[in-house]
């Protein structure tokens, strides 16, 4: 079950499971779509594998399995 992580690890924007915008690498490293386009075109920075857009999760769903809280922003 992915993380699903709470903000871009590059910037800090908040990036809420439910909603779209968020996009990871196969090690959930997680970025928002304007870090992407602006610095990273479609490339993990820490990793090197590809970025790809992460699922959202339902409320429900949420509800049951919770997102993590613990932020990774490197400032």
Avoid: V, W
Wanted: hydrophobic fraction near 25%; aromatic fraction near 6%.
């Amino acid at each position: 079950m992915l993380e699903m992580r709470p903000d871009c690890e590059s910037c800090g924007r908040d990036l809420p499971a439910e909603q779209a915008g968020a996009l990871i690498c196969s090690f959930e490293c997680t970025f928002c779509e304007s870090c992407d386009s602006e610095k990273f075109q479609g490339r993990c920075p820490n990793c090197g594998g590809a970025l790809s857009s992460r699922p959202t999760r339902s409320a429900a769903l949420l509800a049951k399995h919770p997102a993590s809280t613990e932020r990774k922003y490197k400032c």
